[in-house]
């Protein structure tokens, strides 16, 4: 069973920088495709962006593209997503999601086993 805690998120100004993270308790970690997906009120939750598990390969939402970016560090079970130029539409609680390589589409959340709890993020404008 492999738990994920967020954190990184608070309340910034449009234009800012945030840093999230995601710490794994697996040591099976590096073996994991990773996402992060966001859920703002009254929306599904929505796919921002996933990692393969060596690092070499991600996939990012064309919304956030040019602005987000995944990366791993699996010496530390760590996923992160740095979000650069902030907007307000990027308001939302933000969720990792864990799963062993298969078959299926990577950008859906019912393709992921384990999830974090959220983190919010507010952008003001």
């Known amino acids: 069973q492999v738990q994920l805690v967020e954190s990184g998120g608070g309340l910034v100004q449009a234009g800012d920088s945030l840093r999230l993270s995601c710490a794994a308790s697996e040591r099976t970690f590096s073996t994991y495709i990773m996402g992060w997906f966001r859920q703002a009120p009254g929306k599904e939750r929505s796919f921002v962006a996933n990692i393969h598990w060596s690092g070499d390969n991600t996939n990012t939402a064309d919304s956030v593209k040019g602005r987000f970016t995944i990366s791993r560090d699996n010496a530390k079970n760590t996923l992160y997503l740095q979000m650069n130029s902030l907007k307000p539409e990027d308001t939302a609680v933000y969720y990792c999601?864990?799963?062993?390589?298969?078959?299926?589409?990577?950008?859906?959340?019912?393709?992921?086993?384990?999830w974090g709890q959220g983190t919010q993020v507010t952008v003001s404008s």
């Open positions: 999601a864990a799963r062993s390589p298969g078959w299926g589409d990577a950008t859906r959340p019912a393709w992921y086993n384990y």
